[in-house]
């Protein structure tokens, strides 16, 4: 994997993002980071970090890091002409959900999941919403149909996860395995 989309929305959960971000960039994949006006409220909230001042922090470190504005529909991510390999939602809340599964693409991160599924990319999507009703259900379903993979942030328990670290670190493992990219974040089962 060389580039990644990482987009976050308003669902609780952020902090899978962060933490998904961080392993990207020490794995040296160029990244850009999506975010709605209600996911910056949230990790506000839920993290107490800033999102336009992490991505500073971060960018003094790393310069394959890119923070891509929302309602910038000529960003060259929004072409199928701009090679990035996967668009990874984290966390997804079902009103981007919905978007994305009926086609609508108002915005960069749905006009970029769209061009991941017409350019048949990588699209992972990690909701994070309980209890589903039908109608989350199907639009998973319908996205699963179309090849996207539904990955829910839900913790295992089997590594014997003794800090909240490891519960975040299960999701984000899982989310790099099914990247294909080579991590270490939790003990894989049978190992």
């Not at 960003?75 to 009926?102: H, Q, R, W």
């Amino acid at each position: 994997m060389n580039k990644i989309v990482v987009g976050i929305t308003g669902a609780s959960g952020s902090i899978y993002a962060k933490r998904l971000v961080e392993e990207l960039l020490k794995k040296n994949i160029y990244t850009h980071i999506i975010c709605t006006d209600t996911g910056k409220k949230v990790m506000k909230y839920e993290t107490g970090i800033d999102l336009e001042q992490w991505v500073a922090e971060l960018s003094k470190q790393y310069s394959q890091l890119r923070l891509e504005d929302i309602n910038n529909l000529f960003a060259g991510i929004a072409s199928g002409s701009n090679k990035f390999d996967a668009v990874v939602i984290l966390p997804c809340s079902m009103g981007t959900l919905a978007e994305i599964s009926n086609g609508l693409a108002k915005n960069l991160l749905c006009r970029v999941a769209d061009v991941a599924l017409k350019e048949n990319r990588r699209l992972v999507i990690v909701p994070r919403e309980t209890p589903f009703n039908a109608i989350h259900l199907e639009n998973m379903l319908k996205l699963s149909r179309l090849g996207v993979t539904i990955l829910p942030a839900m913790p295992g328990f089997y590594h014997m996860p003794e800090t909240m670290e490891d519960l975040i670190d299960f999701v984000v493992g899982k989310i790099l395995d099914n990247l294909s990219i080579e991590n270490i974040l939790f003990k894989k089962w049978g190992n």
